[in-house]
């Protein structure tokens, strides 16, 4: 009997699902699927989509029509933690033509929260934001909001964000970060990304897609705690810019950029600066016949002691003053021996140390 009265709750939950669907009959688009999912939930909807072919041919959709909305049109879901005992802006995001195109609730509370400021009266454990689809920017999404403590995407299916320039910038309270479910599919600019994430000690980047990134100025600049971070999978054949790249990343290592692709980089200067922990740098395969400056690439990296810049073509029209400046002794020794090897008599060895 319980089976039975389940079956019939369960088929006419379905017949209530396909009456409200049938409401959006007459709507002459292909993207019919967004109306949709402003009434009922995904699950629902694409089991729906998927078993019913009499609404399928109504609607003219079919999973390929789902798969594509979910794409391009599904929300991005973020989860934060704020620090305790740390008040003010959690989110500062853009609204296109002034209107507002994100939700926010705290605490899970099915109220959403107006507000994109946390203040003192107010005790929040969790924020979760909901992101809609006309949003194309993440420029700023999470700048200088300090109160952050952990950042989590939950969901991230669409493709259609090209810029996520200082996006993390100055998160200074950022203790983790969870990107696995990132899409930068699309993505161009990432300058500033992580810039200022002092206190972040690890990042796991290796579900990014950067073909299409042309700037990584600054990314992770200043993530003094950054001691592991994974971009083997990181393709840089568009960057132009990867100034400052590094710079003061107090707490790195060693750095394996054998993957890297310079072809088309113009500006490497300071780069490196101030990693004065640096022990390992892999940049044997950069290519550097583009680049224009190089000034002070890895200054003051004192307990860097090998670097292979043997391939490197260097020439008159090259800025490269105080490149290896402040490295050890025995690097000092190494690049004046690779420097013999090199025919190319338009700099001395010496601008490269001073």
Excluded at 88 to 113: C, P, R, S, T, V
Excluded at 220 to 229: E, P, R, T, W
Excluded at 254 to 283: A, G, P, R, W
Aim: proline share 0%; charged share 25%; net charge positive.
């Amino acid at each position: 009997m319980g089976n039975n009265q389940t079956s019939k709750n369960k088929k006419e939950k379905l017949e209530n699902d396909e009456k409200q669907i049938n409401k959006f009959v007459y709507i002459k688009s292909k993207y019919i699927l967004k109306q949709i999912f402003d009434n009922l939930s995904k699950s629902k909807s694409l089991n729906i989509i998927k078993y019913n072919k009499n609404i399928q041919n109504k609607l003219e959709i079919s999973l390929n029509d789902y798969k594509e909305w979910n794409t391009l049109y599904s929300s991005i879901i973020i989860n934060i933690i704020p620090k305790k005992n740390k008040y003010g802006k959690f989110i500062d995001i853009l609204n296109k033509d002034n209107k507002k195109y994100y939700h926010a609730y705290f605490n899970d509370n099915k109220d959403e929260i107006s507000k994109l400021y946390i203040y003192k009266t107010a005790k929040v454990n969790k924020i979760k934001i909901i992101i809609n689809y006309q949003i194309e920017s993440f420029v700023n999404l999470f700048s200088e909001c300090e109160c952050i403590e952990s950042i989590s995407f939950q969901q991230f299916n669409r493709i259609n964000i090209t810029d996520m320039s200082y996006m993390f910038n100055k998160c200074s309270y950022l203790k983790n970060i969870d990107l696995s479910k990132f899409n930068t599919t699309q993505v161009k600019r990432m300058e500033n990304m992580f810039n200022g994430c002092s206190l972040l000690k690890k990042l796991d980047l290796s579900k990014f897609t950067t073909d299409n990134v042309e700037n990584m100025k600054n990314m992770f600049s200043d993530c003094k705690s950054l001691s592991n971070i994974n971009i083997k999978s990181f393709n840089t054949s568009k960057v132009s810019n990867m100034a400052y790249m590094f710079d003061n990343c107090f707490s790195l290592v060693q750095l394996d950029l054998s993957n890297f692709d310079t072809t088309n980089v113009i500006d490497m200067s300071y780069m490196f600066n101030e990693c004065k922990e640096l022990t390992k740098l892999n940049i044997s395969n950069f290519n550097i016949d583009k680049t224009r400056d190089m000034n002070y690439m890895a200054y003051n990296c004192y307990k860097l002691k090998h670097i292979d810049i043997s391939n490197f073509k260097f020439n008159s029209g090259k800025n490269y003053m105080g490149m290896f400046l402040g490295c050890s002794k025995e690097l000092e020794k190494e690049i004046r021996e690779q420097n013999n090897t090199i025919n190319d008599d338009a700099f001395e060895d010496d601008d490269f140390l001073m």
